[in-house]
């Protein structure tokens, strides 16, 4: 019998038997391309420079897990693209010119203390882009404070320095950053478009909501930690930002500004270290986002999403287990009249 | 946006059941010898009624009950009695079974027939549902009479009837829907009349028009019967799904559906059921779907209870070159085959043959990285994440505390992970350390 013959064959698992597509792989790597929009405006307004800083942070990302993988003989992991992704959006956070050094130890400490020492991709804590920039700030306060002018046209290798407008409307008052841009509609559109002094990769809101549209297309990421993270800076830079009282603020500087963007659709939506329940996850954003004009209205720094999120990466943990997921047929306890 | 009845979250798998939905059922070949499992039901094994060397008639029964839980076994071939000894079955256990083999003659003891079955009281149906030895066809197998015969304290006021069939590739439930739509729905009249329910809803996902529209052809002549189009999504088959999708009501966790007044049958269960009440006929065959690339010729066939699944593949023309995998059942809940060399039971309602490129190994899975995609489709509403990494740590009284015994393993979760981790393992593991 030609059944007999193959039956030896036969594999035996455990069910379901079909499997869908995704893996982790193309989620990192679909993550990867939604960068690509940000990643472009950043070579355009910064130049070359910054192609070189963003690609030495990718490349000392992945050769780091390799190495660090190979060295203590497990399966190499650079194929699923979250390393790539680690120095890419590290890249996208440091400013524009800074020493060779910075991409390598940023990346380093990201890679290796942040994610591979908890055990990898799964079991880090905290985001590691984010360890990665909280080390170069505290450790490099000047070098990862200098800002250089954004021009245009890929040029810019030798650009002056200048500061952003956080730093300016910190420092200075809103006025002044009105002025610096000439007109309000004028800093608007620039901030939109993202021809300001930043980090690399946030200035160009556009262009991240560009690769936000695709992840929310593609269902990677969902509306709740962005939307409740972002809502919560606009709420709170309406109402306590603004200098003649409560509700004088205005949100939209806020929300242009900065690391938002950024850091609400790339950074605080990261799997790993946010909370996986949906409802948690409107907590969390709240949370970062509090935290964020937290440290912006009140803090030493002028800006904050970095350490928000990263403190509240803390706290996934503890939400994931305070939400949970709304069981079917939950049993409601009532109170039982007594008979 | 589809209209159509149905639960919150579920997949959306690949359902490949055009290799099978447009073959008629056809009859199998008499087999040659039959092995028929004592326990193929949930509760307690039947006891042999019979010796080696006994001659049997089809129809005879062969094991009869121990319990109230539990359901006879009747011969489905007329032959003599080779064997009684231990033999594996489709779920992978060694289960005692009766071994038949065929005289060819295919006698059946005399059946009693009923004419005027809708005569027949609510306790005499029970008894012709008992004595035929039917049980859930559906996959659980579990005895019928006894969900005919719910505790006082928990009325019932609905019948369903599960005719979503929404595993992939199977179309037995199709088939049968197609082109029985009487008696099935003659089966659902003498299921209400047992249970005294004046309410009867039959489900059908909407990717089987023609079932349908047989079903509501029949339908619309009965006063209390609703045939209900469901939306296509998996495991809108699941009892609690479909209670749900069609009444609104949310079986209590931990509960049944008895408990919200309502008892769901599988159509196939409602078409034995019409078979024993009007012809005497106990459950000795059934609709089985032989599917998938993996198989040469597919087909919809009545198969004898006890037919070894060999014997069934090969009338459909054997395996084609690169198979790799047998499961019986469908591809989200079924049990992968070591040999094929075990028997069609009352519960199998597929053979499904999967070839290499179909085949995704378990073996490389990763680390959980929490994208929450488990959550968002568990149709009962657990963290299948976090049950997995308290079960894959060892944590496995903590995973009680996240309604580990609400899973009831339907695979959505595996389904849909993209570090491909061995969900319904990780559900299984935790289950067999602790107690519910």
């Keep these: ?339 | 946006m589809s209209k159509a009845a149905t639960f919150e979250r579920g997949i959306h798998p690949a359902y490949h059941k055009e290799l099978a939905s447009g073959k008629a059922i056809s009859q199998a070949a008499l087999p040659k010898r039959i092995v028929v499992p004592l326990s193929q039901h949930i509760g307690a094994p039947a006891k042999p009624e019979v010796n080696i060397g006994d001659e049997v008639k089809r129809g005879q029964v062969i094991g009869t009950t121990t319990g109230f839980v539990s359901s006879p076994v009747h011969s489905s071939i007329s032959g003599k009695v080779i064997a009684i000894a231990e033999f594996p079955m489709s779920t992978g256990r060694m289960v005692q079974s009766i071994v038949i083999e065929s005289d060819g003659k295919d006698e059946a003891v005399p059946f009693r027939e009923h004419p005027d079955y809708l005569n027949l009281s609510a306790d005499e149906i029970k008894a012709v549902i008992k004595d035929a030895g039917i049980v859930g066809m559906g996959g659980a197998a579990f005895p019928t009479s006894v969900k005919l015969s719910p505790p006082k304290e928990k009325p019932i006021d609905t019948v369903i009837l599960n005719g979503a069939e929404c595993e992939p590739y199977l179309t037995a439930d199709h088939r049968l829907m197609a082109e029985h739509p009487k008696a099935v729905v003659e089966g659902l009249k003498l299921i209400m009349k047992s249970l005294g329910v004046r309410e009867g809803h039959i489900g059908i996902e909407e990717n089987k028009p023609d079932a349908i529209e047989a079903m509501k052809a029949v339908a619309s002549g009965e006063e209390n019967i609703t045939v209900w189009p469901l939306e296509i999504k998996y495991p809108q088959g699941a009892e609690k799904m479909l209670i749900k999708a069609i009444k609104g009501r949310e079986v209590p966790s931990k509960g049944l559906p008895m408990d919200v007044g309502a008892v769901v049958q599988n159509v196939g269960t409602a078409f034995a059921v019409y078979e024993a009440a009007r012809f005497g006929k106990p459950l000795i065959e059934r609709v089985v779907t032989v599917t998938g690339s993996g198989i040469k010729e597919p087909a919809n066939m009545m198969v004898r209870i006890g037919t070894l699944m060999s014997e069934v593949i090969e009338q459909c023309g054997g395996l084609v070159e690169g198979a790799v995998k047998v499961i019986s059942g469908g591809p989200m809940m079924g049990f992968a085959q070591w040999t094929l060399d075990v028997p069609v039971v009352k519960g199998t309602s597929g053979i499904l043959v999967l070839s290499q490129d179909e085949y995704i190994s378990y073996d490389d899975y990763s680390a959980c990285i929490r994208c929450g995609s488990c959550i968002d489709v568990c149709p009962m509403g657990l963290n299948p994440s976090m049950l997995s990494i308290l079960s894959e740590k060892g944590f496995f009284e903590e995973a009680k505390e996240y309604n580990l015994f609400d899973c009831f393993e339907c695979g959505s979760c595996a389904f849909v992970c993209p570090a491909k981790r061995p969900m319904v393992q990780f559900m299984r593991l935790a289950k067999s350390q602790v107690k519910p």
């Design chain 1, 1 to 339: 019998m030609a059944t007999e013959a193959k039956a030896h064959e036969l594999i035996v698992s455990v069910s379901p038997h079909v499997r869908g597509k995704e893996t982790v792989a193309r989620i990192m790597w679909t993550v990867n391309l939604s960068l690509l929009p940000a990643f472009i405006m950043s070579v355009w307004y910064f130049g070359p420079l910054a192609a070189y800083v963003t690609g030495l942070c990718i490349a000392t990302a992945v050769l780091a897990e390799h190495i660090y993988q190979t060295s203590l003989k497990k399966k190499t992991t650079i194929g699923d693209g979250s390393a790539f992704l680690t120095g890419l959006l590290l890249g996208l956070n440091l400013p524009p010119s800074v020493p060779f050094f910075i991409p390598i130890i940023g990346s380093l400490i990201a890679v290796i203390i942040a994610k591979l020492i908890f055990g990898g991709l799964g079991y880090n804590i905290f985001n590691p882009a984010f360890i990665g920039r909280a080390f170069l700030l505290i450790s490099f306060p000047k070098l990862l404070t200098t800002w250089s002018e954004p021009t245009a046209q890929f040029v810019a290798l030798d650009a002056k320095t200048t500061a952003t407008p956080l730093g300016i409307l910190k420092e200075e008052g809103i006025a002044r950053l009105v002025e610096v841009f000439g007109d309000k509609t004028e800093l608007y559109m620039s901030l939109l478009v993202g021809h300001r002094a930043g980090s690399l990769g946030e200035t160009s809101v556009i262009a991240l909501l560009i690769g936000a549209a695709l992840l929310l297309y593609r269902g990677y990421i969902t509306w709740h930690i962005p939307f409740s993270f972002i809502a919560t800076v606009g709420v709170m830079a309406w109402a306590l930002g603004g200098d003649s009282g409560l509700f004088t603020g205005d949100p939209l500087i806020h929300l242009f500004s900065g690391g938002l963007m950024l850091g609400a659709f790339f950074m605080a939506t990261d799997y790993v270290t946010c909370p996986s329940v949906r409802k948690g996850q409107i907590i969390f954003g709240i949370g970062c986002g509090a935290i964020t004009m937290l440290i912006r209205l009140k803090g030493g720094f002028p800006e904050g999403v970095m350490f928000a999120v990263l403190l509240m990466n803390c706290f996934a943990p503890l939400i994931d287990r305070g939400v949970k997921s709304e069981l079917f047929g939950a049993v409601r306890k009532k109170k039982e009249p007594k008979t």
